[in-house]
């Protein structure tokens, strides 16, 4: 598994960006993929999953109404549409893949519920 991160970058707040997060590896069988941030100083956190079996999607109180996770099947590939963003969506957005674990609603947000991980992207928004 090979997760690739795009799509960070500075924004003023309000604004929006779509972070993509695509698996290159050989073989696809996630369980489910994720995004989590880590912002300045803090813990990284769960953003957003989504488990491949139902498209079950899941989100963090911070973000819900504002984010959405979304799939593309044939190119394996994960979305974070992101709008109304605000300065304190700022942080490093990683992408992740559950892949020995099939995810419930409760262990959707946990860290070690996923495998791997990619190589993050930094989000910034400016007030």
């Known amino acids: 598994v090979q997760l690739q991160a795009f799509g960070g970058g500075l924004v003023q707040a309000g604004g929006f960006l779509r972070l993509s997060c695509a698996d290159s590896?050989?073989?696809?069988?996630?369980?489910?993929m994720a995004w989590f941030r880590q912002a300045p100083g803090k813990e990284r956190e769960f953003v957003a999953g989504?488990?491949?079996?139902?498209?079950?999607?899941y989100y963090a109180d911070s973000v819900k109404s504002r984010f959405t996770i979304s799939r593309d099947n044939a190119k394996r590939t994960v979305f974070l549409q992101m709008i109304s963003l605000k300065p304190e969506d700022t942080a490093v957005y990683y992408c992740?893949?559950?892949?020995?674990?099939?995810?419930?609603?409760?262990?959707?947000?946990?860290?070690?519920?996923?495998?791997?991980w990619g190589q993050g992207t930094l989000v910034t928004v400016s007030s």
């Open positions: 992740a893949a559950a892949r020995n674990r099939r995810p419930i609603a409760s262990t959707i947000s946990r860290q070690d519920t996923y495998d791997y």
């Open positions: 590896g050989r073989a696809f069988s996630n369980n489910a």
């Open positions: 989504i488990r491949w079996s139902d498209s079950s999607t």
